[in-house]
């Protein structure tokens, strides 16, 4: 069975990335210790490596418990994986939020400027006057010495332990949905309220993504368990889809981000 048929054309280069790491371990007998993925590549390398057998294990972490962005070790059965294995590290630093305001894009955007991947960085952690970014720790030193101003903003960014981390749990609202199809501009205008031609005229205008990817193409097609974000307007997802009514509707369950 072709496993690329299950996927995405898009989504072909990762899994051959992933099907190679597999490889790789097997052959070596040495693990792998992947960037940080998305939640879409974290369901790909599931879905890719069996863990039920003898030959593998795969484990994600991102630095808490209610981490986003995770990191892979892919490694022999019998190999113990450690949290410290995972090299993920907090850089922690505080700014006055009465004099100037600060943004999860702002931080990803300044650190992005350093000429640093985002496969290299975690979730961003931004509220109150307190900034915390989850990275790789073979890029720490670079970034501390690096980062020290964000916008108007000067800071100096300490290491600090894990457990340190401020988090979250996201609180998603289920809703039943009829729909008259699964293209974008169909779901778009539904979750969000807005005609039609607002949803295809945000999509065309670089405003929605889906499974972290920019998409233009109003006809795309939305499966479950794809994440969509809606630039000013919030994420939401695919939660279920639940057939047809008799007169052709797809019923879809959709999860909005409070």
Do not use: C
């Not at 057998?53 to 994600?60: A, E, F, I, S």
């Not at 992005?112 to 989850?134: A, P």
Request: proline letters at 2%; hydrophobic letters at 40%.
């Amino acid at each position: 069975m072709d496993i690329y048929q299950h996927f995405r054309k898009e989504e072909h280069p990762f899994i051959t990335r992933v099907l190679s790491w597999k490889e790789q371990v097997e052959r070596s007998y040495q693990s792998i210790l992947t960037d940080f993925l998305d939640p879409r590549e974290q369901q790909i390398i599931t879905s890719l490596i069996d863990t039920s057998g003898d030959d593998l294990t795969m484990q994600l972490f991102g630095g808490g418990k209610y981490s986003e962005r995770k990191r892979a070790i892919i490694a022999p059965y019998y190999q113990e994986v450690r949290q410290e294995d995972f090299g993920v590290t907090i850089l922690q630093a505080t700014y006055h939020d009465k004099f100037i305001s600060l943004s999860h894009s702002d931080v990803m955007g300044t650190f992005l400027s350093l000429g640093l991947e985002r496969r290299k960085l975690g979730d961003i952690v931004v509220q109150d006057g307190l900034i915390q970014i989850l990275l790789a720790d073979d890029i720490r030193t670079y970034v501390v010495m690096n980062l020290t101003t964000i916008k108007k903003a000067t800071v100096r960014l300490e290491t600090k332990p894990l457990s340190a981390l401020v988090e979250k749990e996201l609180n998603w609202i289920l809703e039943d949905k009829l729909v008259s199809s699964m293209r974008l501009d169909t779901i778009i205008k539904e979750v969000y309220s807005i005609s039609r031609q607002s949803a295809a005229d945000s999509i065309m205008k670089k405003l929605v993504k889906v499974n972290y990817r920019l998409v233009q193409d109003r006809s795309f097609s939305v499966q479950a368990d794809d994440l969509i974000s809606f630039k000013g307007k919030g994420r939401s997802k695919i939660d279920r889809i639940n057939g047809k009514t008799k007169k052709e509707k797809w019923k879809i369950t959709i999860a909005k981000l409070k």
